[in-house]
């Protein structure tokens, strides 16, 4: 259980964003969830320097699709982090398991596999509530959470290059 609040952030401990491009590829899948992370994730990318331009979303219909569509999306456009946003909800089959795994162990191999940071915000909850408390409920944003590793790990990503970006 989420014990903090996912929205809050320093501006002051985190790199200007300006000179970096961002993917978001969203599950469409629950997207009364997956929309409103995408939405933290986009105006936190906002507020941190990010160009309006520099940032690409993609739909994809379901969590397990988020993996491929990350993966065309690094083969297809110049990025310096993918922000990869999904919602699995527990039911009564064991397909969350599967999913869940597959999705985690897919994210991962894309970042062993590449050079550009895919950051992971897929909730797994339990309960419908549960994800509505981490999408802007009561524990906060996980959009906003992922949109500020994914700045991070752009500056990270691009150590040594030239630019105004601050941080590392």
């Given at each position: 259980m989420a014990t903090t609040n996912l929205s809050y952030y320093d501006k002051n401990t985190i790199p200007n964003a300006k000179d970096f491009r961002f993917g978001i590829v969203v599950s469409e899948w629950n997207p009364d969830i997956t929309q409103n992370l995408h939405k933290?994730?986009?105006?936190?990318?906002?507020?941190?320097?990010?160009?309006?331009?520099?940032?690409i979303s993609w739909d994809v219909p379901g969590s397990f699709e988020l993996i491929y569509g990350c993966k065309k999306m690094i083969a297809t456009e110049k990025l310096d982090a993918i922000i990869?946003?999904?919602?699995?909800?527990?039911?009564?089959?064991?397909?969350?398991?599967?999913?869940?795994?597959?999705?985690?162990?897919?994210?991962?191999?894309?970042?062993?596999?590449?050079?550009?940071?895919?950051?992971?915000?897929?909730?797994?909850?339990?309960?419908?509530?549960?994800?509505?408390?981490?999408?802007?409920?009561?524990?906060?944003?996980?959009g906003i959470e992922c949109a500020v590793a994914a700045v991070k790990m752009a500056a990270l990503k691009n150590i040594g290059r030239n630019t105004n970006s601050v941080g590392f």
């Open positions: 933290g994730a986009i105006e936190t990318l906002l507020d941190c320097g990010a160009l309006k331009e520099n940032i990869a946003i999904g919602n699995v909800i527990q039911g009564e089959t064991k397909h969350f398991d599967f999913v869940c795994e597959g999705v985690t162990q897919g994210i991962v191999d894309l970042n062993i596999k590449h050079d550009v940071p895919v950051i992971f915000c897929v909730l797994t909850d339990n309960t419908k509530q549960q994800s509505i408390d981490r999408s802007g409920g009561k524990h906060g944003n996980k």
